[in-house]
Structures are given as C-alpha cells and as structure tokens.
C-alpha cells in the first residue's frame, strides 16, 4: 500500500498535483518524447561487446578456407571448429549473470573485453590445431559474458518510450561484427596462406581494447545501485536516462518496489536484504517458480531456441559453401558474395531499429518469420534443382542468390533484434541477469549444435534439404510466437510480470490495463510522465 501511495505522489505531480485546472490540451494524446541522448549514448557503449561475437562468426566463415588448407583438417575438424566457441560460451554467460551481481553490469562488460582479447590474441598466434581450439575455448568465455551483460544493461538503463529501440544495439553491433569480420577475410585474402588466417582472426583483439576504454564514460546500472542500497546514485543515473522528472520518479519507485526496498528508504546509502540481492533466485526461476515466471522463462527460452534453429548460423558461417554448392568456385567471389550478406544484413538491422518502438515487437517478429519461411522454401527448392541438374541454371543461380540475401534481410528485420529486446525486458528484476543468463545459454548451444552438424546433415540428406529442415522449424516458430508471446512495446520493466502467467489469455490483461491507464489520463492523473512510460 506504501509503494502505491509512492507512486500515486509520482504520477500526481505530472499534473501540478491537482490544482491547475484542466483545459481541452489536458485531454491531448501524450507527445512523443525525444530520444534521450545520454541513454543512447550508454547503450551504444555497452553493445558494442556484442562486436565480439559478430568478428568472430563472421572472420569464421572465410578464414576456415585457409584454416583447412593450411593445417589440413577434415570436414568434421572444419565443423567442431567453426561451433565450438557457441558452446563455450556456454560457461560464460552463466558466469556472467553470477559476476554481474557482485561486480555491477559496467564492470562485467570490462571483463568480457578482457577475456576475448586474451582468447583473440592466442589465437591469432595459434601454431597447430590444437592450440587454436584452445583461444577458441578462451574466446567463447568472452563472447558469453558480452552476449549476457549487454542486454541487461542496454534494458536496464533504457527509458521505456525507446527500450525497444536501444535494447536493438546488441543485435546491430553482432551484424556491423560480421561485416568487419567478412571485410577482414577479404582484405588480408591476399596474404601468405599461413599469416592471412592467424591475422584474420588476431585483429579481433582490437575491439576489445577500444571497449575497455569506452566503459569508463558509462554509468552503472541504476536497477543494480539500488539492488545494492545505493539510492543515491540510482537516482543520479534514473534522472539523467529517463524523459522526465515524472517518469525517473516512477522508476524509482517501480525498482523499489520489486527489490523489496520500503517505501520510507530514501536515504542515499541503506542497508538491503539478502533476499534482495539475489539469494535464492536459481530456486525461484527453476526449482519453483510462479505461474508467471514459468511462462516469462519458456518465452525466454523458445525465442532463443527458434532464433539459432531456424537456420541463421547455417547461412552466415557457411555462406561460402552455400555459394560453391551453387557454382562458384573462386574464392574471391564467394569472400566478395559474403560480404554482400553481411552489407544486406547490417542495413536491415539498422531499419529494424527505427521500427521496434514505432511498430511493435509482435507484428515485426511475426513477419519477419513469416518471410523467412518463404525464403527457406525457395533456397531448398533451388539448391535442390541445381544438385540434380546437368547443366548450370542460371536463373536457379540468380535465386538461390536472392534467397540467401531476403533471408538474412528478413531475418534482421525482426528475429535478429527481438530476441534479445524481448527475453531482456520480460524477467523481474530479481530474476533478470539470471534469467537472460538461461536465454543465452539456451542460443549458444542451439547455434553450436546447428554450426557443428551443417556440413554432416546437408551430406545426409543434401543441402537442399537441410533448408527444408530449416524452414520446418521456422514455421513452428511462428506458431509458438503468436500464441504464447504477449506484446511488450511500451510497458516499464516491473509491469511485464502482469502478462504472464495466463499463456494465451494475455490479450484481456493488456487491454483491462490500457483502459485503466486511459482513465487515468482522463481523470488527470496520466498527464504526460505515465504517457510517456505507455507510449
């Protein structure tokens, strides 16, 4: 009853606390705020970890032509290779939910820099295979950690009105990585076969370095300070990355409330609970969780699962034996086509972006798999007309091309990006890291299994099969989107938990709460501070 009282004080100073009277401006709809700049600034920083992992995927996919003609490794050394660093990653972002809790979001990302150089570097000086599996074992740390934090963070300092927007970072920066990492197979191509692949991959110990410089102008978490008694500063962060007065009040409050803190703590340092620090969190997100938290965490885990399985890490790690099997040979060309996938797919990550606020997570995730079955079924059918031809089909050719192309376009339009907006905002604060920690967990070892078994499923029952295979998938995806998962744009982080819990009746909670809030509005106490966090 206190933490309401609090948050009804918060909302009733939008509207200069009952006493001016209203006018017919009072009933206009809320104006849409302008992008906070610090926040953006904070976000883009913090996602800029998610480089790692897309140089990696991206320098991968050519490199392993002079990897496997310069220490002659076989098909199945080619695929442990290529996936092994997804299932390393594994014992990274666990780690990573357990370490942000005791170091803070902005230390962990620091950490994450650190271990992927280490694991760049020795790999770029890798003498034998076996030395080289080991910097990809010390690489896949890192990339865990970075695929972790920088989601939660991005989330976490966002403002609501543009959290779809700046939670989108991560998934851009892992596409501008795979660019880098295609250019980089082009650029050092050139080299002697045993210097071009060590330098292909050793260059990605700069981005690491250049992070590690960058954090330093971020702030910590504001949800992490007051998880450690630190209003103070939580204070100093909310009011700098929230639209208004009004609306860092209500976050204050909202984060209060969900960390358990009373409403009568106001001081700038308090003492906080062991329960609010984390203690039991694994028991109440696995061994008993709610109604609500078990919906929340399968949401979480299927996105992850259908983002990976639907074929995305297939394309881009072996896109230059996509583009062989279809007729070109020279490697010039298939490192030219590469980066040709990775300009189409940065592009669209860019529009999609501008989108997630505007239009929706649901409508865009739920056409942006819808086209990429389309683009699935065309792939298979062409790539399966080419391996049974004689003569070379140009046309099948110019389509198995542009297949590939709207894929990755339709792909990066929405299930790229929403996956890690989505399964970032939906945990409670208590169970966020943890959770996001699951998610991650849950896509690494999908990728891993898809990028380490490609090459054996396409040659047990042919390439064109294996994007019917993927497209398959695909289709139950968009099944288990439309039913299970609930509309997220606009909602503050502590309101998610009210959506969940019912499965397929979330429809009515969001519309018993858009009316609320619409009464609020029209009674005077929704102003603009309220309509800002409902935009």
Not at 13 to 42: H, Q, T
Not at 224 to 234: N, P, T
Not at 250 to 263: F, N, Q, S, T, V
Not at 440 to 455: D, L
Request: one cysteine or more; proline letters at 4%; glycine letters at 10%.
């Amino acid at each position: 009853m206190e933490m309401a009282d609090q948050k009804t004080v918060a909302k009733s100073a939008v509207s200069d606390n009952g006493l001016r009277p209203k006018s017919i401006e009072d009933f206009d709809p809320p104006a849409r705020p302008r992008r906070n700049k610090y926040a953006m600034a904070c976000a883009t920083l913090a996602s800029t970890t998610s480089i790692l992992l897309g140089y990696d995927i991206g320098v991968m996919s050519g490199a392993i032509i002079y990897i496997k003609e310069d220490l002659k490794i076989s098909d199945v050394e080619v695929e442990i290779l290529t996936g092994i660093l997804a299932v390393y990653s594994l014992l990274g972002s666990p780690m990573a939910g357990r370490t942000s809790d005791w170091i803070g979001r902005r230390y962990t990302i620091v950490l994450a820099g650190a271990i992927f150089f280490a694991g760049a570097l020795l790999m770029g000086f890798a003498p034998n295979y076996a030395f080289l599996m080991f910097g990809r074992f010390v690489a896949g740390i890192g990339v865990g950690y970075a695929l972790m934090i920088a989601p939660v963070y991005t989330a976490e300092v966002s403002p609501a009105s543009t959290r779809g927007f700046l939670n989108s970072f991560p998934e851009v920066f892992i596409n501008i990585g795979i660019l880098l990492g295609y250019i980089s197979n082009y650029a050092f191509s050139k080299l002697r076969l045993s210097l071009g692949w060590r330098m292909m991959l050793g260059v990605g110990a700069i981005p690491s370095v250049l992070l590690a410089f960058g954090v330093l102008a971020m702030p910590e978490s504001p949800r992490w300070l007051i998880m450690q008694g630190r209003l103070g500063d939580a204070k100093t962060v909310l009011a700098r990355t929230s639209d208004s007065k009004e609306e860092a009040a209500l976050r204050l409050a909202d984060i209060k409330e969900a960390a358990g803190i009373p409403e009568e703590c106001n001081d700038d340092v308090i003492k906080v609970t062991k329960r609010s620090t984390g203690e039991g969190v694994w028991r109440d997100l696995l061994l008993h969780p709610t109604p609500s938290v078990r919906h929340i965490l399968i949401c979480a885990v299927g996105i992850h699962f259908f983002q990976q399985a639907s074929g995305i890490d297939a394309v881009v790690l072996y896109s230059p034996r996509i583009f062989e099997k279809v007729g070109i040979t020279s490697s010039n060309k298939k490192l030219v086509a590469t980066i040709a996938v990775g300009v189409v797919k940065t592009m669209l990550i860019l529009v999609a972006t501008f989108l997630l606020d505007r239009i929706g997570r649901r409508p865009l995730l739920l056409s942006s798999v819808g086209g990429m079955i389309i683009s699935l079924g065309s792939l298979g059918v062409c790539l399966t007309i080419i391996n049974h031809s004689q003569t070379k089909l140009m046309w099948a050719v110019v389509m198995c091309i542009a297949s590939v192309l709207s894929y990755v376009a339709f792909f990066s339009i929405g299930m790229g990006p929403i996956t890690w907006v989505y399964s970032s905002e939906i945990f409670p604060l208590r169970l966020r890291a943890q959770g996001c920690a699951i998610g991650v967990a849950m896509n690494r070892v999908t990728s891993g299994v898809s990028a380490m078994s490609f090459i054996s499923l396409y040659d047990a029952i042919s390439i064109g099969g294996a994007f019917f295979l993927f497209m398959a998938v695909a289709c139950a995806a968009w099944l288990f989107f439309y039913i299970l998962m609930p509309e997220t744009q606009g909602r503050t982080l502590e309101e998610m938990g009210q959506f969940f819990g019912n499965y397929t009746k979330w429809r009515s909670v969001a519309r018993e709460i858009d009316i609320q809030r619409n009464k609020e509005v029209v009674n005077g106490n929704g102003g603009n501070g309220e309509g800002q966090l409902g935009k």
